[in-house]
């Protein structure tokens, strides 16, 4: 617990010499970063609702970093689950009816989980690395979007702007409360932190995907198939991404355009490290690193810093956690002419 | 006939880039390390070098601060995956995600500025030779500059006494770490390297190949030169193959776009990341599973625990 919040409070003290070096004040920038996101109920709100998809998908990346298989390509399947979601909503444009929230939350669900499934066949057929083909399917995702919202999916009364139509009513995650803005993904996304809880706590799965990840010559003994894990973790961190895709499409941009994945799928990455693979953590995170991008939205028209420098700050944050995570498992020894 | 030489120069300019940082990383992963910040390496060498010669109004010390940018950067790298053993898939990404912002921040006071071409290097008699002559012969310094690279990698690799140590270490680092072998500090210079490699790589992307600077203008050419070491399976020269290969594909498909071709523009800018997908699946088939890397590649050492 103590390991994050300290990687953190150094992070944090970084980002203000940086902050204080670009001729800014860092006291102002902590405050426009941190604690007005936080007091503001307005921003908190924003706040939870950034927090939704960082969650769902951060959790389902905890399954492939607990068994050290890289899915770094999250973002691509965040996208295609936007697409296959948005999709159904954009053929169903114009009809009523209570199956078509639930049709996209399944459709999304499954176009992640279906593009997951090309780098996970990839490596245990082929032996190809996971790491480069997710990636590179990212690329690929973000120009599909291109093409659709430009192409066959364009609003026709758009003044040829590149996005689709707005969805209709039934299309649209409606709010909790009268009012507000907070929708029912914020459930999804409670819920997935507490069946991931579970699964890791009590069930041999959970069991298997740690130890194939901790010691993968003795889970092999154990009889654990590297291969049946492999694309098991690869197929839920792909569904629960694109399930993130779909509620953030139906839930908060409500039509399909160019950018709505903003990172996030890589955002994740950090939020699963800074929550040191726990569910919980990745609960927990995925609120910290929400308040951080809250904040750098609000940075970016009040103190004019560039959301580059946030990008900065989310690198330096997870090299930090890293270091935190390596002195909490070695002794640093410093002697002369070591190797 | 008068395109054909003028097609293959930019094939060799739009692959240089792509070479040489490969060419960095594949010494990196000899050494046994596994560093996923090609990508941000070469964003940051990208913009350092294209702020640095802007302010100098020099490309050549564009070039140069471009390269000890991405290896500084290298360095932040070597330090944390060296010293403090961290998770190397993990700290290559974060480092990657760090430079993509840094170079975002250097850069921003020169998004759109144009700046000269560098001066070709002409080289009498040989530049003679049809078609090929002017491909090859009238190129940018930087250009030849990365065949040297190449033959002096395959020498230094293959045909010394530290080439052979650094293989040794990225082989099996336990036996190498009870030989005396300084594993740790052979890592790092190979990862020095490696970054010195991807800044240059960055700043011959915007000094020569484009010539402006813009924000995310790597756009996963860092992640195809990782792809290409893993191609390459041990050999520099299938790297040179590999390079040019996909330099070939990036032009033809910048043709194709520009050419009536009924296909949407976004297939044709998707190929060159389908075709590194469909390349490791080549490579698979072939037989060659996994056959060219190191032992103990992305595997932590720690001394005597």
Redesign the interface.
């Known amino acids: 617990m103590l390991t994050p919040v300290l990687a953190l409070v150094v992070a944090v003290l970084i980002g203000g010499l940086i902050v204080a070096l ?1 001729g800014k004040s860092p006291l102002t920038a902590f405050r426009v970063f941190i604690l007005d996101p936080l007091t503001d109920p307005w921003a908190m709100q924003e706040v939870l609702l950034k927090a939704t998809p960082l969650t769902l998908i951060a959790i389902g990346l905890l399954f492939c970093f607990r068994a050290s298989r ?1 899915n ?1 390509g999250a973002e691509g399947q965040f996208l295609l689950g936007g697409i296959c979601g948005g999709g159904v909503a954009i053929l169903a444009h114009g009809m009523t009816g209570f199956w078509i929230l639930p049709a996209m939350l399944i459709a999304g669900a499954l176009g992640g989980l279906a593009y997951a499934a090309i780098p996970a066949v ?1 490596r245990t057929r ?4 996971e ?3 997710s ?3 990212v ?2 995702a973000d ?2 979007l ?2 659709l919202v ?2 066959p999916w364009r609003d026709p009364k758009g003044f040829n702007f590149p996005q689709s139509v707005a969805f209709s009513d039934s299309a649209v995650l409606q709010p909790l409360f009268e009012g507000g803005r907070l929708h029912a993904g914020l459930l999804l996304a409670l819920a997935a932190v507490l069946v991931a809880f579970v699964l890791f706590r009590r069930t041999l799965f959970g069991f298997a995907v740690s130890a194939s990840g901790d010691a993968p010559r003795a889970a092999n003994f154990a009889g654990f198939n590297e291969s049946r894990i492999t694309v098991l973790v690869f197929l839920i961190s792909g569904a629960l991404a694109g399930l993130a895709g779909v509620v953030e499409v139906s839930g908060q941009v409500g039509q399909l355009r160019p950018g709505f994945g903003q990172g996030l799928g ?1 955002t994740a ?2 939020v699963a ?1 800074l929550g040191r693979l726990t569910p919980a953590g990745a609960g927990l995170s995925a609120i910290v690193i929400a308040v951080l991008l809250i904040g750098a939205e609000s940075a970016q028209v009040t103190l004019k810093l ?11 944050l ?2 930090c956690v ?2 935190g ?3 909490n ?2 002794r ?1 020894e410093i002697r002369k002419g ?2 | 006939m008068d395109m054909l030489p003028l097609i293959l120069a930019t094939i060799f300019t739009a692959a240089t880039p792509l070479l040489i940082a490969a060419l960095g990383e594949h010494v990196v992963e000899r050494a046994g390390v596994l560093n996923l910040g090609v990508e941000g390496m070469m964003i940051v060498g990208a913009a350092t070098g294209f702020a640095a010669a802007v302010l100098s109004d020099s490309s050549v010390f564009g070039l140069l601060a471009g390269a000890l940018a991405g290896m500084a950067l290298s360095a932040v790298f070597g330090v944390l995956v060296i010293f403090f053993a961290t998770n190397q898939v993990a700290t290559g990404l974060a480092l990657t995600i760090l430079g993509l912002g840094l170079a975002g921040l250097i850069g921003q006071n020169f998004v759109g500025q144009p700046r000269g071409a560098i001066a070709a290097i002409e080289i009498p008699l040989l530049k003679d030779i049809p078609v090929l002559g002017k491909a090859i012969f009238t190129g940018d310094p930087v250009f030849y500059l990365s065949l040297v690279l190449v033959a002096l990698v395959a020498f230094g690799l293959n045909r010394t006494r530290i080439g052979l140590l650094l293989r040794a270490v990225g082989e099996n680092h336990t036996s190498a770490h009870s030989l005396g072998l300084p594993v740790r500090r052979l890592r790092f210079w190979a990862i020095l390297f490696g970054g010195l490699m991807a800044g240059l790589a960055g700043a011959y992307l915007s000094l020569i190949y484009t010539r402006f600077w813009s924000p995310g203008m790597s756009a996963g050419r860092g992640w195809i030169a990782l792809a290409l070491v893993v191609f390459a399976a041990g050999h520099v020269w299938r790297l040179v193959l590999g390079a040019y290969l996909f330099g070939g594909i990036t032009v033809a498909q910048l043709h194709a776009q520009a050419g009536a071709i009924a296909l949407p523009s976004q297939l044709l800018s998707a190929l060159p990341y389908l075709m590194t997908i469909a390349a490791l699946l080549v490579l698979s088939l072939s037989g060659r599973k996994g056959g060219g890397a190191a032992g103990s590649l992305g595997q932590p050492f720690v001394p005597e625990r």
């Open positions: 670009m890289w770094i990839l082929f032996g190809i690395s790491i480069l083909t990636l590179m399917l690329y690929v120009l599909l291109d093409y430009r192409g890589f990455i950090i490290f560039p959301f580059d420098l946030t990008r900065f700050f989310m690198g330096l997870l090299l890293l270091v995570e390596s002195l498992r070695y640093l070591g190797a």
